[in-house]
């Protein structure tokens, strides 16, 4: 037991200064189309702001425009980006019919605000590093 609890320890250690990579919204695209739910494709990029690569095993997300929840989701893509570069991910969402016609009323201008929240989890690693970005982006819906 203590043996593993040492080895846990060690890879804490390990990844202790590891920054959570900068996250940015690229794109949010419609994917599929139906009575009920929605199918869109959100594409981030991830920044890499650490001086060794960054492995990540699994991301839980959460998406909202304007201020109002849009969609969430987690993905288990495995992502290898390496020290100071980036990696562009593609993520599905479902999203329900009545929280996008919100937001289609909602807008006067092709450019909304994004907020992204969420955690990425680091392999071989019980380490998560949260993450939470604003910004703007164009839709294309």
Same mark, same amino acid.
């Given at each position: 037991?203590? !043996?593993?609890? =040492? @080895? @846990? ?6 990844? *202790? /200064?590891?920054? %959570? $990579?900068?996250? +940015?919204?690229? %794109? !949010? ?7 009920? #739910?929605?199918?869109?494709?959100? &594409?981030? &990029?991830?920044?890499?702001?650490? /001086?060794?690569?960054? *492995? ?5 997300? *959460? ?11 987690? =993905? ?5 980006? $390496? #020290? ?7 993520? $599905?969402?479902?999203? +329900?019919? +009545? ?10 201008? *092709? =450019? !909304? ?6 955690? @990425?989890?680091?392999? &071989? =690693?019980? !380490?998560? @590093? ?12």
């Amino acid at each position: 037991m203590l !043996i593993v609890v =040492s @080895l @846990l320890n060690a890879c804490t250690w390990m990844y *202790a /200064d590891f920054k %959570a $990579p900068k996250v +940015k919204l690229l %794109a !949010i695209e419609p994917s599929q189309f139906g009575l009920f #739910e929605q199918r869109f494709n959100i &594409r981030l &990029r991830l920044q890499n702001r650490n /001086d060794s690569e960054l *492995a990540i095993r699994d991301m839980v997300y *959460a998406l909202k425009l304007n201020g109002v929840d849009f969609a969430q989701g987690m =993905s288990d893509q495995e992502i290898t980006i $390496p #020290e100071d570069g980036e990696y562009v991910v593609e993520l $599905p969402v479902n999203v +329900k019919l +009545k929280t996008l016609l919100r937001q289609l009323t909602r807008r006067d201008s *092709a =450019s !909304i605000r994004y907020q992204l929240t969420g955690h @990425l989890g680091l392999m &071989r =690693s019980l !380490i998560t @590093l949260p993450f939470d970005y604003e910004g703007e982006v164009d839709l294309e819906f």
